[in-house]
Every structure is written in C-alpha cells, then in structure tokens.
C-alpha cells in the first residue's frame, strides 16, 4: 500500500531553513511527481511546488521562488523540501502529496509541523 | 487571499442535499479539471472527487461533482454527521503555471 511518511516537527528560528523529508514506499518512487502543500493553522491550502523524482525537475510556486529547494534521493525513496529565510508566517504544516496518474493529489503524508519562532 | 473562491461555511441537516460552489477564472477552472477534497480536523486532504466529477474508488455515490464555464460545485447528499468536515477545490492555473486552492468550505451537519 502506497505511503508517505513525513519527518517530525521542527522549531526554527527567524532566518533559519528547516528542510522536511517524504519517505516514499508501495510504489515505484520515480514514477510519479510529488508536491509540496501547505497549510496555516486555522486556513487554507496553498501549493509550493513539485519535483520530479525521476529527473529531479522542479516547479516552483511563484510566491517561494528563491527561497525553496525541492530535491529528492531515488536510493531512499525520499523527497526533501528545504525553505530558507524562515520567517513568522512559515509557521503552517507542511504536507507532500503524490500526484495520481489522473494528476489528482491521491496520497497525502501526515503533514509537518513547522514552528517560527524566536 | 485564494484564487478559487469558496463560501467560508455551508450547511444542512441530515439526510438534505448541500452544494459548495467554487468560482474561479479561465486560466484555472475555466480550462482545467478540477479536484476536491475532503479534510477532517488534524488530518491531511483525502481526495473526494477527481478531474471534475469522477470519484475514487472508496468515495461514497453521494458525493458528486460538476464543472460548468469557471466555476465548479461539489454536491453532497444524504447528508450525515460525518460530512462535517472541511472541503477543498483545487484546480492548475495556466498563467501561475501552479496549483491554486480555494480557502475551503467548513460545512456544518445541524
């Protein structure tokens, strides 16, 4: 069964980078995109970017242009996104997301928790 | 400030039929699919309805969807305690070259 398993939650401080891992398993890892998506407490969803694991090509959301690193490490099935230049507003859980052959988001990690503080 | 535009909430009592609405543009649901998904509290999005009205394998026939210019709904009937929950759009925008998300639709069962 197709499982994405998130690394736990971090505390950071304003300015640092936090980089979230994505452990893949069930499936054939290069086969299919993944995507980071984020989410506030309290709000809503809001795409970051994706990559390919089988090339390691990656899409950015405009909004994090430069300031986020999508990479992936095929030997471990794992997928990585490192954000830089934390600030307050980066405090949100950050979700990997499989997209399906249907381009559909149809597996989902736990999600991670990302704190921004000083 | 989201590119879809969702009601903040919805309701209905059990066993009623609700509709969410989700609006957007032609760069996004005017020529893409469009996706929903449910999230229950402390939990990641589940995929409800894909491509804009196929459900997955799992999702009961009383969750339904449809597409109609740029804008998009998503049906619920024989609504249940369980459906109170929140709700998701999601379409690719052409001229973000991204994903955009509604701000979700926290549905109330009374």
Redesign the interface.
Known sequence: QVQLVQSGAEVKKPGASVKVSCKASGYTFTGFYM?W?RQAPG?????M?RINPDSGGT?Y??KFQGRVTMTRDTSISTAYMELSRLRSDDTVVY?C?RE?E?????Y????TLVTVSS | QSVLTQPPSASGTPGQRVTISCSGSSSNIGSNYVYWYQQLPGTAPKLLIYRNNQRPSGVPDRFSGSKSGTSASLGISGLRSEDEVDYYCAAWDDSLSGWVFGGGTKLTVL
């Open positions: 995507h998506v709000q809503g969803l809001e795409w970017g899409n959301a405009q979700y997301a399906g249907l381009t559909e988001f149809d989902w990690g736990q999600g």
